[in-house]
């Protein structure tokens, strides 16, 4: 949790004084010289210390200036446990003085910061689970229509969840490049919209016989669907782009706590589905003349089903109010990209040299979650199973849902537990999710071979603890980090488009696992299950970059070296092997690696950017000397940094309009 507060910069009359966020104490030197013949970067005390924030911040870099991922084993442990109960002590006493100034403030932070960002997805588990919850409902009160298929089509019937499926395909990839194309801003409004009014269809559908309501129901489905599947690349790109509070994007908090803010947002998902679940048991309870129990009156399925699509349609339309008037700057880091390039519609070449530079990390990403939906969506398989043995009721829906809110639990935990460690150095995105798919792998198979066993008195315990365990491990692993690194190993012009392909492939999963379990049997399923678990590891490991603690602005700038046509320039801790793949390793993009190049290439792509914000700026921003150096509110540029480019610019900088003006104005004092 970072802190609101703003971060006042000191005058530039006390330049060796000022206090900078991860700034390294390094002795102080002499004064640069304003000629700029002693700009040479990293020749000084002086010029290592007004940068060491930068170049060398300490929650990456120890004292003696070595990254933490070229540490040895033992070291790295023991500096990145140091880091770690630094930023947590910061934390407790940030929420402890929350508390004390406001007892409730921590929930409105946590309302902010994870509710709302993660509110789309929320709303989608939600109803998208309410379908599946729905279906054992349907099939008890329409027998005729549901179950034995007498009166409604079997293709009708398996269409609602074809269409579900297929319209969250359509709709990821349609966003994915709308967001990349038109910006976040119109991608987030556009799928409240849609959820919206897809609701509202849902709610109201109706026909003149049953099948007529069917066809209804599923096409109302599949447009509501178009919006779900958008919120999975705009969520997660734009949970990834604003990173802190007050609308600043802080490169520590990006480093430290990145993947928490996202699978905060994204475990929202789990709270949707626990929301509906007891939503639904308290309605058939309400209007099935107080009982759970069967048989189900036809007006208390249809009360149950109107009004749990309704009462979102009511978060929704709230959803759509904030996202238009509320939620101003989402896409501004994509304009910024757009702006360094001079691109003003969708990034063809970005897309291009995705292909070519970053196609290992595509298979990681997209191979990795068409795994992931296989088994997520083979999970309910257990449950069947041991409800049958272990229940004196299984037609009781209220049995099924309360075992479903159990799971949901257990799901949740795994949630929370991947959001509090996915930042961790030593154990990460990478390792999270080779281990998640392996403890799935082994979930699956065991019971496989002894199918009989499990599935019966016996040993209908342990299979039902390993289905409790497939669900924990499936959160806490490659359910919560795909969405995460979908957008995250790409750079920001096409990270939507890469996230929603991605996600696609990831349904194209659940396509299949849906169509393929109508032809085979459940003994059969379990067989062919747990290789997917493997095949997901095996991906993982060998094209998925570890970008655990390596911000996003570190990236960027390696993806302007390749847009440059200078990828073997590039010198900094994105090419360290440690953040990358095993095939990209085997490809060679380590060996540009080098930390004492990247000193003098950061500090002069600074002097840069530096450069190109001043001579752009007009006569009023520039008039006072201590006011706002333009540069952006990230905790890197500072005003003392802004100083000493002033005062080392080379001298044929004078003629550059405004900027120029203004170091001719201030060498003459």
């Not at 380590?590 to 001579?615: F, G, H, I, L, S």
């Not at 752009?616 to 940094?641: L, V």
Request: with cysteine; net charge neutral; charged share 15%.
């Amino acid at each position: 949790m970072s802190s609101d507060a703003p971060n006042h910069a000191q005058p530039a009359g006390h330049p060796h004084h000022q206090v900078i966020p991860g700034e390294i104490p390094v002795p102080h030197g002499p004064p640069a010289s304003d000629s700029g013949d002693d700009s040479v970067f990293g020749t000084t005390p002086e010029e290592r210390r007004i940068f060491s924030h930068v170049t060398r911040p300490d929650d990456s870099y120890t004292p003696e200036g070595v990254y933490w991922a070229d540490l040895p084993l033992a070291q790295r442990w023991t500096f990145v446990s140091a880091v770690d109960r630094k930023a947590a002590k910061e934390e407790l006493a940030t929420i402890g003085a929350m508390v004390k100034k406001d007892p409730l403030s921590p929930l409105g932070w946590y309302f902010r910061h994870a509710v709302i960002p993660g509110a789309g997805l929320g709303l989608e588990g939600y109803v998208l689970f309410s379908i599946g919850n729905l279906e054992p409902l349907f099939k008890q009160v329409w027998p005729e229509c549901w179950g034995k298929h007498q009166v409604c089509s079997t293709n009708w019937v398996a269409s609602v969840t074809y269409l579900e499926i297929i319209g969250i395909m359509v709709g990821q990839v349609f966003v994915g490049v709308i967001g990349d194309w038109v910006g976040r801003r119109w991608g987030l409004i556009q799928d409240a919209i849609i959820m919206f009014i897809g609701l509202l269809m849902l709610t109201a559908s109706w026909g003149l016989t049953l099948q007529g309501w069917v066809i209804c129901y599923a096409w109302s489905l599949f447009f509501y669907s178009l919006g779900v599947g958008g919120e999975y690349p705009i969520t997660a790109t734009s949970s990834l782009e604003n990173v802190s509070s007050s609308g600043r994007l802080s490169t520590k908090e990006d480093r430290l706590h990145r993947g928490r803010r996202v699978t905060m947002a994204f475990l929202m998902q789990g709270w949707g589905q626990f929301v509906n679940q007891v939503l639904l048991i308290v309605l058939l309870v309400i209007f099935n003349s107080g009982s759970g129990s069967p048989p189900y009156s036809q007006s208390a399925a249809q009360y149950a089903f109107r009004l749990s699509f309704a009462f979102p349609a009511i978060g929704t339309l709230w959803l759509v109010y904030y996202r238009t008037w509320k939620m101003p700057n989402p896409s501004k880091q994509l304009a910024a990209a757009k702006a360094r390039t001079s691109v003003t519609g969708y990034d063809v070449t970005a897309l291009k040299y995705c292909f070519s530079h970053f196609g290992g990390r595509l298979i990681a990403t997209a191979g990795a979650w068409f795994c992931n939906d296989v088994f997520f969506y083979g999970n309910k398989l257990f449950q069947g199973q041991f409800i049958s043995v272990i229940s004196h009721d299984p037609k009781n829906l209220l049995t099924n849902w309360s075992w479903n809110l159990v799971n949901i639990v257990v799901s949740l935990a795994g949630y929370y537990l991947a959001s509090f460690l996915i930042d961790n150095k030593m154990y990460g995105r990478k390792m999270m999710q080779q281990v998640g798919f392996f403890m799935c792998f082994l979930m699956f198979v065991i019971p496989a071979f002894k199918y009989d066993y499990y599935t019966s008195p016996a040993g209908i315990h342990a299979f039902q603890a390993m289905y409790f365990l497939s669900s924990f491990f499936n959160q806490f692993g490659p359910n919560s980090v795909t969405f995460l690194v979908a957008g995250e190993v790409f750079p920001t012009p096409i990270r939507a488009t890469a996230h929603g392909f991605s996600a696609c492939m990831g349904k194209a999963g659940a396509l299949l696992a849906s169509v393929l379990y109508n032809y085979i049997d459940t003994k059969t399923k379990f067989l062919v299950v747990p290789w997917f678990g493997l095949a997901g590891m095996l991906l993982t490991y060998v094209f998925l970059p570890d970008t655990t603690g390596l911000d996003l602005k570190e990236q960027e700038r390696r993806w302007r070296y390749i847009r440059e046509g200078r990828t073997e320039e590039y010198h900094g801790v994105a090419v360290n092997p440690k953040h990358l793949s095993v095939w990209e390793r085997m490809m060679g993009l380590a060996k540009t690696y080098d930390p004492e190049k990247d000193w003098k290439a950061k500090v002069a792509d600074m002097r840069k950017e530096w450069e190109d914000v001043q001579a752009a700026r007009g006569p009023k921003e520039t008039e006072n000397n201590h006011a706002d150096h333009g540069m952006g509110d990230d905790g890197e540029f500072s005003q003392e940094i802004h100083e000493f480019f002033k005062r080392s610019a080379p001298p044929g900088l004078h003629n550059r309009g405004v900027l120029g003006e203004k170091i001719a104005i201030d060498s003459d004092k």
